[in-house]
C-alpha cells in the first residue's frame, strides 16, 4: 500500500473532525504556541492531512513552511537506526543476543561483557544518561584518538571513543533508561559491520527504497533552504545549528519532512513494504513493534513506570501515560517515537493509522515536555476515527 489523496469517508474519518484537527493546528501557530507545524495523517493508505503552517524561521519575513520543509527529527531519527540495526540482523551479519564487544572491542569495563545488542535497542543496556558525568565530553589534547576512518565523522569519532570505557550504573537488563549513547554505539556497529557510514547505509536499504527524497544525516547545499530554523533562546533552539546539519548522529542527527516519514511509519503498518519494495520482512517488523521487554520497569525523562513497554527503537503506548509521549487516545497495540524541540510521529495498527506532527518547542512542561500541543493534536486526529 502507498498512499493516495482521497476524502476523508474514504479513510473512514468524519471531515468535520478532519477540519476540526486543522483548525487547531492552525490556530496553534497564530496563538503563539508554535512557530511552525507541519502535520500528515493517513487511513487504510488514503491521506487526510498533509499541511503546514507557520514560517520557517525566527527572522522577521521569514518564508512559509511548505508540505516538504525539512525539521530536525533529534530522537525521531531512533527508529530509522533501529531499522538499519534490523537489515543487517536479516542479512544474517549481525546477532541481537551477541555481546556489543563483539563489533565494538574498545567498549570494555567492569559488567560490560554482558551488554548485549538488544540491550542498546531497548535502552536496558545499564548506561544512564546522566551518570556519565565527565565521559559526556571528549578527551582534550591532541594523539589521545584512534585515527578516524573515512566512513565515520571526526566528532561522532571523538566522542564515542570518550564514552567507551563509561562504567554501568547497573547490570544490563536491570532497568529500561533512556540514553542517547546507546543508539550512538549501535549507529558504529552499523558503520563496522557494513562496511558504510550510517548516512549511506540508510540510504541504500531505508531513504532510497522508499524515496524519502527529503531525508538527510547530512544535508546538502541546495536543501539547506528548507530547514526549520528555531530561534536560539527557546528551548532546544540550538538543537540544530551550521555545524550540526553535517553530523549524522544515529541518537538524533536526522533531517527530514513530515510526508517522508510518515512513508517510513507507513511501512511498519504495511509490515515492512512501501508499494513493491520491501525494507524489512514481516517477521522483523513484528518483532520491533512488540513489548521486548516485558516485566522491566523504566526509571526516565523524570518518570518511574512498573512497566517500560519498549520495543526495538519504538515506544509501544500499553495504556501507560508518560508524560513526554502525547496522546491518550491510541490504541494498546499504537507505537510511537518522540523528538526534542516538538516532533513526534506515531503508528496505530488497530486504526490503520499513521501520523505525524512536527513542531517547534518555544517553552517547556515540567522541564520535559515541549508545549506544541501534540498530545491534543493526537487525541483529536484518533477521535476522528468513525469505525
Known amino acids: 500500500m502507498e ?17 476540526r484537527v486543522r483548525e487547531l493546528t492552525a490556530g496553534w501557530v497564530v496563538d503563539g504556541t508554535t512557530s511552525a507545524t507541519a502535520a500528515f495523517v493517513a487511513r487504510r493508505g488514503v491521506v487526510v492531512i498533509d499541511e503546514a503552517y507557520g514560517v520557517l524561521g525566527p527572522e522577521a519575513y521569514a518564508p512559509p513552511l511548505e508540505r516538504d520543509s525539512i525539521f530536525p527529527l533529534a530522537s525521531v531519527t531512533k527508529p530509522i537506526t533501529a531499522t538499519c540495526v534490523m537489515a543487517l540482523v536479516e542479512d544474517g551479519l549481525l546477532g541481537l543476543n551477541r555481546p556489543v564487544q563483539d563489533y565494538i572491542p574498545e567498549f570494555k569495563g567492569e559488567g ?23 565521559f559526556l565530553e571528549p578527551i ?14 571526526l566528532k561522532i569519532h571523538q566522542d564515542l571513543f ?14 529500561m533508561s533512556y540514553c542517547n549513547c546507546n543508539y ?7 558503520r563496522r559491520v557494513s562496511g558504510r557510514s550510517l548516512a ?14 527529503d531525508s538527510y544525516y547530512i544535508i546538502p547545499e541546495e536543501a539547506k533552504a528548507q530547514v526549520v530554523r528555531r530561534p536560539s533562546d527557546v528551548p532546544f533552539g540550538r538543537i540544530i545549528d551550521e555545524s550540526s546539519l553535517g553530523r549524522p548522529s544515529a541518537a538524533g542527527g536526522l533531517l527530514s519532512s513530515a510526508r517522508d516519514i510518515a512513508i517510513f511509519a507507513q511501512m511498519f503498518l504495511n509490515g515492512g513494504t512501501y508499494g513493491e519494495r520491501r525494507v524489512l520482512s514481516g517477521p522483523t517488523v513484528a518483532a520491533m513493534t512488540r513489548n521486548q521487554i516485558v516485566g522491566i520497569g523504566a526509571n526516565a525523562f523524570g518518570e518511574i513506570h512498573a512497566e517500560a513497554n519498549w520495543e526495538y527503537g519504538w515506544n509501544i503506548f500499553a495504556g501507560d501515560n508518560w508524560k513526554c509521549f502525547p496522546g491518550t487516545r491510541m490504541s494498546p497495540e499504537a507505537f510511537n517515537h518522540p523528538g526534542a524541540g516538538g516532533v513526534f510521529m506515531w503508528v496505530d495498527p488497530t486504526y490503520d493509522l499513521v501520523g505525524v506532527y512536527f513542531a517547534v ?8 515536555s515541549g ?8 487525541n483529536a486526529v484518533t477521535a476522528a476515527v468513525l469505525d
Do not use: W
Open 162 to 175: 570518550a564514552n567507551y570505557e563509561a562504567p554501568l550504573t547497573m547490570g544490563p537488563g536491570e532497568e
Open 112 to 134: 560490560k561483557d554482558g551488554v548485549l545488542v538488544h540491550h542498546l535497542l531497548t535502552h536496558t543496556s545499564g548506561i544512564v544518561e546522566e551518570h556519565l558525568g565527565s
Open 361 to 368: 518547542t518555544l517553552s517547556l512542561v515540567d522541564g520535559v
Open 140 to 153: 582534550s589534547g591532541d594523539g589521545k584518538f584512534p585515527e578516524c576512518e573515512a566512513n565515520q565523522h
Open 184 to 190: 550512538t554505539l549501535l549507529g558504529e556497529i552499523v
Open 371 to 378: 508545549r506544541t500541543n501534540s498530545d491534543l493534536f493526537v
Open 200 to 213: 549511506e547505509f540508510a540510504e541504500e536499504r531505508v531513504f532510497g527504497p522508499l524515496r524519502m527524497k
Open 3 to 19: 498512499f493516495r489523496s482521497g476524502t476523508a469517508e474514504e479513510a473512514g474519518m468524519s471531515a468535520a473532525g478532519g477540519e
